[in-house]
């Protein structure tokens, strides 16, 4: 090697040197330091991988790539791995675990240091399979819970984020509620309904004055939440709480062509705060997910995981963002 000879050291100095280690002295490092810019040298990535047993690359699992929300959360990824100068492998699986659990084979078969799935509908009989991978991984927002000793999770509080879409449609004196909810996301959908149910039966909400509706699996989330809208028909509910805010999206959409004004007639509630949340009409209120931060803890946690380090999961805490699309009790549909 050309820096070998040129700092008249050996290519073991150069190399150990070219990593920061510690045990070369600062001034020999930084010698080495200048040469190799001033040659231009370019570090074999395999090579360095091979010595140190890591390959400096991510897995990443998306249920879909189209997505917004989850766009937001591999920002997140890519700046942890950016700061770490790491690479990122991205697969799309659906909301499918035979074609999650295929990813991360495949991923596993391109040797990463660890994986993040998103939205995984893994389940307790795929431990088995997971184990075999032996491979850290974090679940973010995972829609099934099992334990794993080589796996971690991060979730958002889905029930806490249900009670704050409650409290705030109850501060505005809704009597008459409904839930519009994903039966793609089994977990958090139970959770968000639950805590926003929940919250309005303790403030003395009767049971017959709380409506749900789905649509089938198949459907996209905008045009289930259109779907939704157009064909609900409860007399007198006036707010309604969307599992996400595509399905909220489209029920403004739905509800604008049935002539039911928002929020005049009718309140509605998102659950996530995409971008594009503040900029439809009227801008939505929703429950905000902190999407780059569990994008960030996740690989925080993955981190702490392939380091060997003893690690916890961890629920992040969501907050109400108050838009144009809530409003006090007015009318309602068919009041």
């Given at each position: 090697?050309?820096?070998a000879?040129r700092?008249?050291v050996?290519?073991t100095?150069?190399?150990?040197?070219?990593q920061?280690?510690?045990?070369?002295s600062?001034?020999?490092?930084?010698?080495?330091a200048?040469?190799?810019?001033e040659?231009?040298y370019?570090?074999?990535a395999?090579a360095?991988?091979?010595?140190?047993?890591?390959?400096?690359?991510?897995?990443?699992?998306v249920?879909d790539?189209?997505?917004?929300f989850?766009?937001?959360v591999v920002k997140g990824?890519?700046?942890?791995c950016?700061?770490n100068?790491?690479?990122?492998?991205?697969?799309?699986?659906?909301?499918?675990?035979?074609?999650?659990l295929?990813?991360?084979?495949?991923?596993y078969q391109r040797?990463v240091d660890g994986?993040?799935v998103?939205?995984?509908?893994?389940?307790?009989?795929?431990?088995?399979?997971?184990?075999?991978?032996d491979?850290p991984?974090?679940?973010i927002?995972?829609?099934?819970v099992?334990?794993?000793a080589?796996?971690?999770?991060?979730?958002?509080?889905?029930?806490?984020?249900g009670?704050l879409?409650?409290h705030h449609l109850l501060?505005l004196?809704?009597?008459?509620?409904?839930y519009f909810?994903s039966?793609?996301?089994?977990?958090?959908?139970?959770q968000?309904?639950?805590?926003?149910?929940?919250?309005?039966?303790?403030?003395g909400?009767?049971?017959?004055?709380?409506?749900?509706?789905?649509?089938?699996?198949?459907?996209?989330?905008i045009?289930?939440?259109?779907?939704m809208?157009?064909?609900?028909?409860?007399?007198?509910v006036?707010?309604?709480?969307c599992y996400?805010d595509?399905?909220?999206?489209?029920a403004?959409?739905?509800?604008?062509a049935r002539?039911i004004?928002v929020?005049?007639k009718?309140?509605?509630?998102?659950?996530d705060?995409?971008?594009i949340a503040r900029y439809?009409?009227?801008?939505?209120s929703?429950?905000?997910?902190?999407?780059?931060l569990?994008?960030?803890?996740?690989?925080?946690?993955?981190?702490?995981?392939?380091?060997?380090l003893?690690?916890?999961?961890v629920?992040l805490?969501?907050t109400m963002?108050?838009?144009?699309?809530t409003?006090?009790?007015?009318?309602?549909i068919?009041?």
């Amino acid at each position: 090697m050309d820096i070998a000879r040129r700092a008249d050291v050996s290519h073991t100095t150069v190399s150990r040197a070219l990593q920061g280690n510690l045990r070369i002295s600062s001034p020999v490092r930084m010698r080495i330091a200048a040469l190799a810019q001033e040659m231009g040298y370019v570090p074999n990535a395999i090579a360095r991988s091979l010595q140190q047993q890591q390959t400096r690359t991510i897995g990443v699992v998306v249920s879909d790539m189209a997505d917004p929300f989850w766009g937001e959360v591999v920002k997140g990824i890519d700046i942890v791995c950016d700061s770490n100068n790491q690479s990122l492998l991205l697969h799309a699986a659906a909301h499918n675990a035979t074609h999650q659990l295929g990813a991360m084979m495949r991923l596993y078969q391109r040797r990463v240091d660890g994986i993040i799935v998103v939205d995984s509908q893994l389940g307790p009989e795929d431990a088995k399979n997971l184990e075999a991978l032996d491979t850290p991984t974090v679940f973010i927002n995972s829609q099934r819970v099992f334990e794993s000793a080589t796996s971690r999770t991060v979730n958002i509080d889905n029930y806490a984020g249900g009670a704050l879409a409650a409290h705030h449609l109850l501060s505005l004196s809704h009597q008459k509620y409904a839930y519009f909810g994903s039966p793609k996301r089994p977990d958090s959908n139970r959770q968000r309904s639950i805590g926003f149910v929940d919250t309005l039966l303790a403030h003395g909400i009767h049971t017959s004055w709380i409506h749900r509706a789905e649509f089938p699996t198949d459907v996209a989330d905008i045009d289930g939440g259109y779907a939704m809208a157009t064909t609900f028909d409860e007399p007198g509910v006036s707010a309604v709480f969307c599992y996400n805010d595509a399905i909220a999206l489209g029920a403004l959409a739905g509800f604008r062509a049935r002539g039911i004004a928002v929020p005049h007639k009718i309140s509605v509630v998102g659950f996530d705060d995409l971008a594009i949340a503040r900029y439809s009409w009227p801008p939505l209120s929703t429950v905000a997910q902190p999407k780059e931060l569990l994008g960030q803890t996740a690989m925080h946690t993955l981190g702490a995981l392939i380091d060997g380090l003893a690690v916890a999961d961890v629920i992040l805490a969501p907050t109400m963002v108050v838009r144009d699309s809530t409003s006090a009790r007015l009318k309602g549909i068919r009041s």
